[in-house]
């Protein structure tokens, strides 16, 4: 176990330093370099530019100087400093910007992941078991639907009707009141009254992959010798099913974690943006239009970061739960 | 006991059974037919995509056409019979007028379906000259109003009173062919590099799923937003539309290169590819001769069901207003204007294009399904 875990810290090292450099080519991507821009909307506003502090600034992001001193230098600040670079727009340093809205994106997500797995685990049992019952039917063409609306669309469409019934708009993920407040019992139902929304977008196209896998692995673990002979011995049905086939099939259910979190940060973006979420996700579009490069390179890049960290966790949960994994050769 | 007088038959009276030979092609589509769904998508998928082509025909207004007369005009649907006074009905294809109300309160003029009027709607109707898809010159629309300056909204109008169903017709255009457009340029550069890695395998293969995988582990609509916002801002519409084909086959390219990957894998080793090699075929003959059009309907069947994820992801950049920009008419930017709550109660008909992307997303993921059940020889 413990040799899988290191191999595959050391992949996942890999990847974030992959995924570092990926962002950083997109920070570099537009023409222009960040400091001309900066200068460039200083002198639209007006200010005076200091000379010194162009100088100072040349010299701490490297410009002019090879891309790859470039990146150096981005990098190191991120590592040793944890100095994301500043954004300009904002005027401030890109950390005082982003943790918070980070962590909201992360409570949204988890709590999809969440939802997700409570909603798609008993429904896909129920619809193995009951195959070509009218739950199953409802149940396969939920999820096809489900698949095919995009994610934002359906955010519309809630937010419509929740404005044509109820008459109220959703959006946002907390009362003004409790906008800056400390997390109290008020708080959280605040939240919840807010989240559901998000949440139950999120989960969608999820839960209906999910419960399309669970039902065609369990399909596949029913017909084995093994469930009859449970049956056989005069275990209930409940407890036949329930103990053996299902826990055999909810095996390879751990491991799309690995690519269902991807879509979800994915997803996760453009829902905030359409629900106006004080998540990552509109803050990132604000600074891709406004060409705000650090602050759009670091929220890919821990974007990307979380899905990774994501991933190694599913991968970790699966080589616990099912040790042909965790012994077999990679 | 009688003479049983043996007769050779005659050589021509034979009756001569004519060896049918079903191509793969015959093979796949009756195998295609039994499945239902697929079929009906199929025909779904054609009828979307012939919309597409003859999209000025069909639309009945330029999409660019607006009229602040009528802004916000809810959707006129179409009557084909008319009601005389005496109850009788006759065949008369019409669209009700409207009746506009300043709400006072709101400031702004609403409007109403008024039953009373009839605006004749002639089919075939003529118009002014255009070029069909750009080329054939025509002057006659599939749909038309017969009075100039009447007003025809089917589908509705939008902010600036243009025409809901022209500009859907035309994006349609669009979101289709950039899904096409974007899956070819993948095909093209998946068929390669799969290709490569899995004839050749060794360090180029391992190198080339190190690189899939991650980038399918990455979260594409960043990824995607951050490509497409370094795209400058004074490119044209042509330059933007090239632009993000190319960015959405950037990724999309790593789906297809795994799974001509995995068929090249599986098929190096079977014996007529061995018995090519020992004929002393070469490389290219072998992969393009023997290999690929064994599995050409598989990755064709894998293409299909690329393109759902191409439409969806114009739709969703566009959406965000960092993909294709106003002038041009897709899905995605007709989304855009659907974005706050406000427009959304006082014109909801602007969802439309939505339904129209889960309907053709649908249709194609039947479609693909069944194609790939069908492809595979070894399915039923």
Redesign the interface.
């Given at each position: 176990m413990l040799g899988f875990i290191g191999r595959r810290l050391i992949a996942m090292v890999l990847t974030m330093w992959a995924v570092s450099f990926v962002a950083f080519a997109i920070i570099q991507l537009p023409p222009g370099d960040y400091l001309t821009t900066y200068m460039a909307t200083l002198a639209a506003n007006g200010d005076r530019v200091d000379p010194a502090t162009i100088e100072a600034l040349r010299q701490q992001y490297g410009f002019g100087e090879p891309y790859i001193v470039q990146y150096w230098k981005w990098i190191s600040g991120i590592v040793l400093r944890g100095d994301f670079g500043q954004s300009f727009e904002w005027k401030a340093p890109v950390t005082s910007l982003i943790w918070g809205r980070l962590g909201n994106s992360i409570l949204l997500e988890g709590l999809a992941v969440i939802v997700m797995w409570l909603v798609a685990v008993p429904i896909g049992i129920y619809a193995a078991v009951r195959k070509y019952s009218l739950g199953d039917y409802l149940a396969t063409i939920g999820g096809f639907i489900g698949l095919a609306i995009p994610n934002f669309f359906f955010a519309l469409i809630l937010m419509y009707l929740s404005f044509i019934w109820f008459g109220e708009t959703i959006g946002g993920l907390f009362s003004p009141q409790y906008e800056a407040a400390r997390w109290s019992p008020g708080r959280v139902w605040d939240f919840l009254s807010h989240a559901w929304a998000p949440v139950l977008v999120l989960s969608m196209a999820g839960t209906a992959e999910l419960i399309r896998i669970l039902r065609a692995n369990l399909l596949d673990e029913l017909k084995k010798p093994y469930v009859t002979t449970a049956r056989a011995k005069g275990l209930s049905e409940f407890r036949t099913i329930l103990k053996y086939p299902v826990r055999v099939a909810l095996n390879p259910l751990i491991s799309t974690i690995g690519w269902l979190l991807p879509a979800l940060v994915s997803s996760s973006v453009i829902v905030s943006v359409v629900l106006n979420l004080p998540t990552a996700g509109p803050l990132l579009l604000r600074s891709l239009t406004s060409q705000d490069m650090f602050l759009a390179g670091a929220i890919i890049m821990l974007l990307g970061m979380l899905t990774v960290i994501g991933t190694l966790v599913s991968d970790l949960l699966l080589a616990w739960i099912d040790p042909r994994i965790r012994y077999g050769s990679k | 006991m009688a003479v049983q007088t043996l007769t050779r038959p005659a050589v021509d009276t034979v009756p001569v059974v004519r060896a049918k030979r079903e191509s793969q092609f015959d093979l796949m589509w009756r195998r295609f037919r039994q499945h239902r769904l697929a079929l009906v998508s199929l025909w779904i998928v054609v009828a979307f995509y012939l919309v597409a082509i003859f999209a000025e025909f069909l639309a009945p207004t330029d999409p660019g056409a607006y009229s602040a007369r009528y802004t916000y005009a809810p959707p006129q649907g179409i009557q084909l019979f008319s009601t005389g006074e005496d109850g009788s009905w006759r065949l008369a294809p019409h669209v009700n007028g409207y009746a506009s109300e300043i709400d006072r309160k709101a400031m702004r003029r609403t409007f109403v379906i008024d039953p009373e009027v009839e605006i004749p709607v002639q089919f075939l109707a003529p118009s002014e000259p255009y070029l069909l898809a750009g080329v054939i010159p025509m002057s006659v629309k599939f749909i038309g109003v017969t009075e100039a300056r009447a007003p025809f909204y089917i589908l509705g109008a939008d902010r600036l009173g243009r025409d809901l169903l022209s500009r859907l017709i035309h994006g349609t255009r669009i979101s289709l062919s950039i899904g096409l457009a974007g899956v070819t340029l993948s095909l093209f550069f998946g068929i390669i590099i799969g290709g490569f890695a899995g004839y050749y395998g060794g360090w180029f293969d391992s190198a080339v799923m190190r690189v899939v995988e991650?980038i399918?582990?990455?979260?594409?609509?960043?990824?995607w937003?951050?490509?497409a916002?370094?795209m400058?801002k004074d490119w044209s519409a042509l330059q933007t539309y090239f632009a993000i084909t190319i960015i959405l086959s950037l990724i999309g390219w790593t789906e297809l290169a795994r799974v001509v990957r995995g068929r090249f894998l599986s098929l190096r080793t079977e014996d007529f590819v061995t018995a090519a090699q020992l004929d002393g075929a070469s490389d290219w003959r072998i992969i393009t001769r023997h290999m690929v059009p064994s599995f050409m309907s598989h990755i064709i069947a894998a293409a299909t069901l690329a393109i759902?994820g191409m439409i969806?992801a114009e739709?969703?950049l566009s959406?965000?207003?960092?993909g294709l920009q106003a002038p041009i008419v897709s899905w995605g930017t007709l989304?855009q204007d659907?974005?706050n709550?406000r427009t959304?109660?006082t014109a909801?008909w602007l969802?439309t294009p939505?339904l129209c992307?889960?309907v053709v997303?649908?249709a194609m993921?039947?479609f693909g399904d069944g194609l790939r059940d069908a492809a595979d020889p070894h399915g039923r």
């Open positions: - | 991650f399918r582990s990455m979260p594409t609509i960043p990824l937003l951050g490509l916002a370094a400058p759902p969806l739709t969703a959406f965000l207003g960092l989304l659907a974005q709550i959304l109660a909801p969802l939505g992307v889960v997303i649908l993921n039947f």
